[in-house]
């Protein structure tokens, strides 16, 4: 019975190999998008996320396929994407947290999303939990083996050059790597039990602003940008992991930037309450309406280097990682130009 906390993975640098765990490993394409436990009972289905909270009444789409594509009484884990021509699309799917019913059907119906389904919990009266991922796997074929899309059974292998190569391929179809699971392991809700693989890039950004911490007056974020070919900065993301001493040491580091940041700033229009200002600092959040995003500006005179994972559309998947300051790097050179782009890959060709 929901809610249940989905089994986690945590990050590796390298593709671990089979014999790093006693039983082997499972591959599969690591998804981006809204990871979902599915708990179907007849014409009842609750889709729960990963923080528990449901997205049932967000997607009456995926609603409808697991009604029509699922086992009658079943508990499956798996992750709702959007698929578009140029691959899967983040943005789309954060559209659908919206308050309006109307809004949200009215999307589902421009842009159907899909479920992509990797782990079997239960089925029929019988819970699966305690079985190793080897017989959960073997018995999530069989239950989806008559399945058709939306609904889709996640691609796997056991051969670890195969895994390596979709690490690359796959990217360009917006996945951000590859999961490995030990085959002997049972469904361990809220435990990291599997290992994860992204990408890891560096980038020099624009430091155009940031946020104050929700502790105290230190530096909670940098707000970074990026130039694209006609000298518009835009906001990328944000790098937010520092400890607290050097968040405070950040106050006096940033303090010469903060003087008249906001004459002449890229970004001074952006405190207006438009649709376009929703990606904007200081918009609200559709995750947590009650966080605080307001921010300062700085004047877009210094330079960092970030790790980043990958790209979303124009701007940083995840939040980035500080690297070190680039005081050798002239701001208007910090651009587009520099990232590396994904060879595009189709995702008929994963599905195929």
């Keep these: 019975m929901p809610p249940v906390s989905p089994m986690l993975a945590k990050a590796v640098k390298g ?6 765990t006693p039983a082997g490993l499972l591959y599969e394409p690591k998804w981006d998008g809204f990871r979902c436990i599915v708990f179907r009972d007849g014409d009842e289905v609750e889709l729960g ?3 528990e909270r449901p997205l049932t ?15 009658e009484r079943c508990v499956v884990d798996g992750e709702i994407v959007i698929v578009t021509p140029t691959g899967l699309d983040f943005d789309l799917l954060q559209l ?7 809004r949200v059907r009215k999307l589902a119906a421009e842009t159907p999303a899909s479920f992509v389904a ?3 919990l239960a089925i029929g009266d019988e819970s699966l939990m305690a079985e190793p991922l080897s017989v959960r796997r073997s018995r999530l074929e069989a239950a989806l083996s008559t399945s ?11 051969d670890v050059a195969e895994a390596e190569q979709w690490f690359t391929a796959f990217e360009g179809a917006g996945l951000d790597g590859v999961i490995a699971k030990p085959l002997d392991i049972p469904y361990r809700p809220d435990v990291r039990a599997m290992f994860k693989v992204k990408h890891a890039r560096t980038a020099d950004c624009v430091v155009a602003g940031f946020r104050w911490h929700k502790s105290g007056p230190v530096v909670g974020s940098l707000i970074l940008g990026l130039y694209d070919d006609g000298g518009d900065l835009h906001h990328v993301g944000v790098a937010a992991s520092f400890t607290m001493k050097r968040r405070a040491e950040l106050v006096d580091e940033l303090a010469p930037y903060r003087t008249d940041a906001m004459a002449g700033h890229p970004w001074q229009a952006w405190g207006q309450a438009t649709e376009e200002a929703e990606r904007m600092p200081g918009s609200a959040s559709r995750w947590n309406a009650g966080k605080d995003l307001s921010w300062e500006p700085l004047r877009p005179e210094l330079v960092v280097e970030v790790a980043y994972d990958q790209m979303q559309g124009d701007r940083f998947r995840h939040a980035t990682q500080f690297v070190r300051w680039r005081t050798d790097r ?4 910090c651009d587009y130009a520099q990232l590396e782009k994904p060879v595009t890959f189709a995702l008929a060709d994963i599905f195929g």
């Design 15 to 20: 593709m671990p190999t089979p014999d790093s």
């Design 49 to 51: 996320s990963r923080n």
């Design 57 to 71: 009444r967000y997607f009456p789409d995926v609603v409808e396929a697991v009604k029509a594509q699922l086992p």
């Design 96 to 102: 659908r947290l919206h308050p309006a019913d109307s």
């Design 118 to 120: 990797f782990d079997l």
């Design 148 to 158: 058709a899309a939306p609904v889709y059974l996640t691609p796997a292998t056991y």
């Design 330 to 333: 002239d701001p208007a050179s």
